[in-house]
């Protein structure tokens, strides 16, 4: 019963509309930090160029489908396009660049008082006393929580241009808000989304071409890059189409107190990014904020479940359906894209090139600091890499999450358990050996690198794609079951067991100079592969039974050779070796 309870929440509007507060908050920071160097519409041009053609393959069929909706419908697209894609995204952009993301989103939060105005003066619907209630208790957490409880000192600094243009977007949010309301049920989100913003990308080109300098100046800064590339993907695609699920089961005005949660997820990014400690102000403007979305969404006992939002249109289940596949896609593809990046930074990481913070570089602190801490980080990692990986795990964990994002997710984690680790990592600069010779040096190198390449293709042998949980998500997505796993010892593997892990330690192990930190990541890494790999062939004793057996009597652990006469039990088969020790 617990467990049903906990997948309902994970599956109810109120979960998307929070995701997607807690994307767009995230927008505000990058939009802030670009203000700089892309100009407003260059950057809300570019976010929806990326996101349109992240959505564009999954949605054409649909697309395609609904044709004869989309004609008839055609100025409600153009609506959505110009208000809630271009002129909004556009209005805050051009705020930024002269107002704090203090003051827009404390202006922000008037949000939904704007659409419970906009509601009421068009008679569209009649807001209760609850709504108006909670609104103004999660208006007044808001204040609290961005102000710090220094309200005065905010009125005394006065509106600035930035200030009143966030004004004018938080008209616009409310009138796209309200329009949203009137998508037929024929019409499915992820295609009105995608039309939309098609719309609102022809809109937006002529002022585009207009524009007095190169809207592509800016682009050759890894950071901008990164920085539209997460607006393009959460805070665009991914958002997008969870508040369309939100706003079309709850209401644009039960779905807009949901705004308010941006302001606390704020203040949650500072303190985790930024070191910001919390204050009593923060705290006590959270409570306020989650007790007013509280207030909204309870229902009195004699109202029904559908309550008066049941003039909205009900989504048909097969576009419901199609709509949670496809965020389940981009979720999984942007883990894989975080895998990838963390992956790229390792290598650079562990052999000193490429990347600001490596293994050996930082603030040095005192040796015994350096030991718990670094012993520390590695430890989170192995936990979650072992823990999540355990059959047992993951019977309780798909309780929770959709089967199609189980992988995906420890492939998140596991990279974000690295990015802790290269982040916070200490160096012991102390030499423990160093190569004089440039040549030896460079070999060991080069050495190095050829570990990292063993295990790159190591993955390719076994199936990348499902090692990494974009398979799952592929296969989901196009409703196909995944294959049973099959046991076959391609190339690498038909001389060791592991080749995954033996480039692991090849590339770790390869350094023409070690200091002691890296000589500790070495040593402490290498310990836990072997207690991996002693994990992990469990899994695939109990997985594979004889076949697997004879196989690991056949070929060896880590070293290349074999311990007796290959036999033809394991022929035409796959072993998922490498899923995770």
Same mark, same amino acid.
């Given at each position: 019963m617990k467990a049903a309870r906990v997948g309902a929440v994970l599956r109810s509007p109120a979960l998307a509309l929070a995701l997607a507060?807690?994307?767009?908050?995230?927008?505000?920071?990058? /939009?802030? &930090? !670009?203000? =700089?160097?892309?100009? %407003?519409?260059?950057?809300?041009?570019?976010?929806? *160029? @990326?996101?349109? $053609?992240?959505?564009?393959?999954?949605?054409?069929?649909?697309?395609?489908?609904?044709?004869?909706?989309?004609?008839?419908?055609?100025?409600?697209?153009?609506?959505?396009?110009?208000?809630?894609?271009?002129?909004?995204?556009?209005?805050?952009?051009?705020?930024?660049?002269?107002?704090?993301?203090?003051?827009?989103?404390?202006?922000?939060?008037?949000?939904?008082?704007?659409?419970?105005? /906009?509601? &009421? !003066?068009? =008679?569209?619907?009649? %807001?209760?006393?609850?709504?108006?209630?909670?609104? *103004? @208790?999660?208006? $007044?957490?808001?204040?609290?929580?961005?102000?710090?409880?220094?309200?005065?000192?905010?009125?005394?600094?006065?509106?600035?241009?930035?200030?009143?243009?966030?004004?004018?977007?938080?008209?616009?949010?409310?009138?796209?808000?309200?329009?949203?309301?009137?998508?037929?049920?024929?019409?499915?989100?992820?295609?009105?989304?995608?039309?939309?913003?098609?719309?609102?990308?022809?809109?937006?080109?002529?002022? !585009?071409?207009?524009?007095?300098?190169?809207?592509?100046?800016?682009?050759?800064?890894?950071?901008?890059?990164?920085?539209?590339?997460?607006?393009?993907?959460?805070?665009?695609a991914i958002a997008f189409l969870l508040w369309f699920r939100g706003v079309s089961e709850l209401g644009p005005v039960r779905a807009g107190q949901f705004v308010n949660l941006m302001p606390v997820f704020g203040a949650g990014l500072a303190f985790l990014v930024l070191g910001e400690a919390p204050t009593w102000a923060q705290a006590a403007g959270a409570a306020l904020v989650l007790s007013g979305i509280a207030f909204v969404e309870r229902r009195p006992r004699n109202e029904s479940p559908i309550h008066d939002d049941a003039r909205f249109a009900r989504h048909v289940y097969s576009q419901e359906e199609h709509m949670s596949r496809l965020i389940i896609f981009l979720y999984g593809l942007a883990s894989y894209v975080v895998f990838f990046v963390t992956f790229l930074y390792a290598i650079g990481f562990v052999s000193g090139l490429m990347v600001p913070k490596t293994i050996d570089t930082g603030t040095v602190v005192p040796v015994t600091e350096a030991l718990i801490v670094n012993i520390l980080l590695m430890s989170l990692f192995a936990i979650q890499h072992s823990v999540m990986a355990r059959k047992q795990f993951k019977q309780w964990w798909t309780q929770f999450v959709p089967k199609s994002v189980e992988r995906s997710t420890y492939v998140l984690f596991a990279s974000l358990a690295l990015v802790l680790l290269f982040w916070q990592w200490r160096p012991i600069p102390a030499v423990a050996w160093q190569i004089a010779d440039p040549q030896i040096a460079m070999a060991i190198t080069g050495l190095s690198f050829v570990g990292w390449l063993i295990v790159l293709t190591s993955t390719f042998l076994i199936n990348h794609f499902e090692l990494f949980g974009l398979h799952q998500v592929a296969n989901n997505l196009a409703g196909r079951a995944m294959p049973a796993p099959r046991f076959r010892t391609p190339l690498y593997y038909k001389f060791v067991r592991h080749p995954i892990y033996l480039g692991f330690i090849i590339a770790f192990w390869s350094a023409p100079t070690m200091t002691v930190g890296h000589l500790l990541f070495a040593a402490v890494t290498t310990a836990y592969i072997f207690v991996g790999i002693w994990l992990e062939e469990r899994d695939l004793v109990d997985l594979f039974g004889d076949d697997y057996l004879r196989y690991r009597n056949r070929v060896s652990m880590l070293l290349p050779w074999r311990k007796s006469a290959p036999s033809d039990a394991a022929d035409g088969r796959i072993v998922g070796v490498g899923r995770g020790p």
């Open positions: 507060a807690l994307f767009w908050s995230g927008n505000f920071v990058a /939009g802030r &930090a !670009l203000s =700089g160097a892309v100009d %407003p519409v260059t950057l809300n041009f570019l976010r929806w *160029l @990326i996101a349109l $053609a992240i959505i564009a393959p999954f949605v054409w069929r649909s697309a395609f489908a609904a044709l004869p909706a989309l004609r008839r419908e055609w100025r409600l697209i153009l609506a959505l396009g110009a208000t809630g894609i271009a002129a909004f995204h556009t209005l805050i952009y051009v705020a930024l660049q002269s107002t704090t993301v203090t003051s827009a989103l404390l202006i922000l939060s008037l949000a939904p008082i704007a659409t419970l105005l /906009g509601s &009421a !003066l068009l =008679g569209l619907e009649r %807001p209760s006393g609850r709504q108006i209630g909670g609104a *103004l @208790i999660s208006i $007044a957490g808001a204040c609290v929580l961005i102000t710090r409880g220094e309200l005065a000192g905010i009125l005394s600094q006065g509106f600035s241009a930035g200030d009143l243009w966030m004004l004018a977007a938080v008209v616009i949010w409310a009138a796209y808000s309200l329009i949203l309301r009137r998508r037929p049920s024929d019409l499915p989100p992820s295609v009105a989304l995608a039309a939309s913003v098609a719309a609102a990308l022809l809109m937006m080109l002529p002022l !585009l071409l207009l524009a007095a300098t190169n809207p592509l100046a800016a682009l050759g800064s890894v950071s901008v890059l990164l920085s539209i590339g997460y607006i393009a993907v959460f805070a665009s």
